[in-house]
């Protein structure tokens, strides 16, 4: 896990330093805070601070190609420095550092950071003081890094309180890296050119100036945005550690004459400073502090030219191939040149350093920059949504849809019954009881005249009354060519159907009735069965069902509205009742793309109830057990729910056999639809245009692109996706729910996976390039 330490120290080298544990906390914005508030102290670290610079005279002795020019008055050291007597300081700093810090001031804190850190976690260690001077000790050295080998320090001035907040990623395609070289006396920084050279086809845009004025260095600060400043050359800091000084070859640049420039620079996406140059504590301090340079890696003391070429080197490696956190990759950095080196200069790794503004949480290297431009987000969204327009244009998504669909509607809470209806239902006791199927015409007669004495406004008969059964069958007849509140059906059979015709049937209205007193019974059904849409107009031709054009429950609708003085009426060729308009369905709507559309049909709005009406069985009518109130003024349908019979079909709301629906249930449901609509406002489902569609896929196109695009860790960038997706499920959800609309869901969540997805292809490859220039950066160099 990621951790962060910040430890502040108050006072002075001769004075001793009140000290406090300001927080432990998980790193990141969010963190949880696991500990804060922890005071202590120190005493006086003069001796320490005198061994280190004993230290110090025997190193600086021990290499002659340094980084750094020789400072006017600079004490002349022996001329042979032995690398035993270099080993002997660096051992005696180290046990007077870890002595001054075994201090009993201390322990309190030290058994808190050890109480609450794991020796796995990635540690920023940030110290934060006004005495600069213990910015010069390696506090790398302490035992307690010792144990926490994926710990780093880092140094930040004392004033800064808050919270921290992370970089702002500037919307840039690559990296752009400005390398200054300066003074090249004597060594030879060609191989840091070269390196960010190599990454140019990997993700970065290096640009050079090679020994340049004071006014060209502070120009193209303020030309370009940039957001790596990286210098190799010739430096130094003032002994107090407070600035420095570049040297450009004939000109000496001090950095408070790039002041407005860097702060500039800051503003415009300015991250990170690599100052690859000796002596660069002051320099950093001053970008830091003054400029709000965010962070800023610099040596503590005079670096050799080969030490500088592959420090930089490693550190690439583990920050951009291995993924490293700043602070980790530092460290690596510098214990592989501690391996390369330390023999022959002891304490090498002291010399990289990291200063950082506390406000600031460090990127990672694929934070510095977004290798998909925004006009390749625009083009890569655009593109998946028409490649999903296209591929469900012809029909290869609908199944997926349809299943979305049924998922949906099956969601919606209970709307109860409408109480407009009672279905008379003919079950398989009915049949047993009577021994007779089909029902006789007799036993029909005495249904009918039992329902008709209680007044009900319209009467439909869901049962097919063709073919005579008798006895009975003339009384039948004449009754049905009489009564004016009932309706009966027929077959047409022209359209693909829910049904083949069954035996001993033709389709036929019965006989006498009036055309105008009948309905056809026609379903369309999708693939495996199931009904989802409302047929309720079609033109028969050359069936038992001739001059018949409206369905059963249109006409149950038509006669029950007329008696509100609503009649059907025709606008620019769709159905109107009152207010509402039964706008036809045709080819390539919704997710409809190979639809049968002869006849006018509407997408079904079931109502989400377990029973579409009341219900009473053939037996309980005629045995005079029937409430009138539940006929009086009511839509009474007859039909069968017999299982034997198989007058059962799939819905949205399931296929298997329980949840199938018996035909005169599904006939209620249409013509309750269209009442329900009229009288109650209940709204129809209904699609947008295919323009509309096409700007909500797009419009989740592009969401899927900007969660990639905007969120740089993957598990991030996991969360936002799935909460995108539940998101678009919700809004189809409420949408469906409050206004009846069909929203594209599965385009949509395909156009926003297929962005994102491809999205984070690019960015792989990006990085993958990074990786490889890198390798090649490492086996193509050859030092000594």
């Known amino acids: 896990m990621d951790k962060l330490v910040k430890l502040s120290l108050d006072g002075q080298l001769e004075l001793g330093y009140q000290v406090e544990l300001v927080e432990i906390k998980e790193d990141g914005r969010d963190g949880r805070t696991l500990a804060e508030g922890v005071s202590g102290s120190l005493p006086p ?3 320490v601070y ?3 610079r004993a230290w110090q005279q025997k190193y600086n002795g021990l290499d002659s190609k340094f980084r750094a020019l020789k400072k ?15 080993k002997e300081a660096a051992d005696r700093f180290k046990q007077e550092f870890n002595d001054w810090l075994d201090d009993r001031g201390f322990h309190k804190i030290e058994n808190m950071l050890r109480t609450h850190l794991s020796v796995g976690d990635r540690i920023r260690f940030v110290i934060k003081t006004t005495d600069y001077r213990l910015w010069q000790l390696p506090w790398s050295e302490w035992d307690f890094f010792e144990d926490y080998r994926r710990a780093e320090v880092a140094f930040s001035p004392l004033e800064f309180k808050g919270v921290e907040r992370s970089i702002s990623i500037t919307p840039r395609k690559q990296v752009r890296i400005l390398a200054v070289g300066g003074d090249s006396t004597s060594i030879d920084y060609q191989a840091d050119r070269d390196s960010l050279r190599r990454l140019r086809s990997a993700g970065a845009e290096p640009e050079f100036l090679n020994q340049p004025t004071p006014k060209e260095v502070r120009d193209v600060l303020w030309m370009k945005k940039w957001d790596i400043f990286f210098y190799a050359g ?23 004459d790039l002041d407005n420039s860097f702060k500039n620079a800051v503003e415009r996406g300015l991250k990170l400073v690599i100052l690859n140059s000796c002596d660069g504590l002051g320099l950093a301090r001053q970008l830091v502090t003054e400029f709000g340079v965010p962070l800023v890696i610099a040596m503590r003391e005079q670096v050799p030219d080969r030490v500088a070429q592959q420090f930089l080197e490693y550190f690439l490696l583990a920050y951009a191939r291995q993924k490293q956190p700043l602070y980790v990759a530092v460290r690596q950095a510098r214990q592989r040149i501690a391996d390369e080196w330390g023999e022959r200069l002891p304490s090498i790794d002291w010399l990289p350093a990291i200063c950082q503004n506390p406000g600031i949480l460090p990127p990672t290297w694929a934070g510095l920059f977004r290798p998909v431009s925004i006009k390749q987000l625009g083009t890569t969204s655009l593109a998946a949504a028409l490649l999903v327009m296209v591929v469900r244009f012809f029909g290869l998504l609908q199944p997926l849809e349809l299943g979305a669909f049924d998922q949906l509607m099956r969601m919606r809470p209970d709307e109860g019954m409408d109480d407009r209806f009672l279905v008379v239902k003919v079950t398989e006791e009915d049949i047993q009881e009577r021994k007779e199927y089909p029902i006789s015409d007799r ?13 009900p406004r319209v009467i439909g008969l869901g049962i097919y009354r063709d073919i005579p059964k008798e006895p009975g069958h003339a009384e039948l007849k004449a009754y049905l060519s009489q009564s004016d509140r009932l309706v009966a059906i027929c077959l047409a059979g022209d359209l693909k159907t829910d049904q083949e015709r069954p035996n001993q049937i033709d389709g036929a209205p019965p006989p006498g009735m009036a055309k105008q007193r009948v ?3 026609d379903l369309v059904v999708d693939l495996g069965g199931i009904v989802r849409r409302h047929l309720f107009y079609m033109v028969p031709i050359g069936s038992p069902c001739n001059n018949v054009n409206y369905a059963l429950s249109a006409q149950l609708a038509f006669r029950y509205l007329r008696a509100e003085g609503i009649k059907p009426k025709s606008t620019s060729g769709d159905l109107q009742l009152g207010d509402v308009i039964f706008k036809d369905l045709e080819k390539h709507t919704g997710f409809y793309q190979r639809l049968d559309d002869r006849g006018e049909q509407v997408l079904l709005n079931y109502r989400s109830s377990e029973n579409i009406a009341e219900q009473v069985s053939l037996s309980e009518v005629l045995a005079g057990k029937l409430e009138p109130g539940k006929v009086k003024d009511r839509i009474v349908l007859i039909g069968l729910t017999a299982p034997s019979v198989g007058d059962r079909l799939p819905t949205p709301y399931g296929s ?13 449901h249409m013509a309750s639809q269209m009442i329900s609509a009229v009288l109650d406002d209940r709204p129809l489902l209904w699609f947008w245009p295919w323009w509309g569609d096409g700007l909500w896929i797009g419009f989740w196109s592009l969401v899927g692109g900007l969660l990639v695009w905007g969120l740089r860790l993957e598990l991030h960038q996991v969360f936002a996706g799935v909460f995108a997706l539940g998101s678009l499920y919700g809004i189809c959800f409420v949408v469906l729910l409050a206004t009846g609309g069909c929203l594209p869901l599965v385009p949509s969540a395909i156009a926003l996976v297929t962005t994102s997805g491809t999205i984070v292809v690019r960015y792989s490859k990006a990085i993958e390039a990074v990786k490889s220039m890198l390798l090649k950066t490492i086996k193509s160099d050859d030092y000594d």
Do not use: W
């Not at 006017?72 to 270099?86: A, D, F, H, Q, W």
């Not at 298997?656 to 209620?668: D, N, R, S, T």
């Open 656 to 668: 298997g056999l329980k949840q199938q629906l018996p035909g005169v249930f599904i006939h209620a």
């Open 72 to 86: 006017v008055g600079y004490r002349k050291l022996p001329t042979e420095i032995s690398v035993e007597s270099g």
């Open 443 to 455: 036993t029909m007669l005495q249904l009918l005249r039992k329902l008709e004495q209680h007044e």
């Open 45 to 47: 670290a003069s001796q």
């Open 519 to 521: 309905g056809f019974s």
């Open 50 to 52: 005198d061994c280190y």
């Open 234 to 256: 010739h430096s130094e800091s003032e002994a107090n550690i407070q600035t420095g000084r570049l040297y450009l070859g004939s000109d000496t640049l001090e950095l408070k």
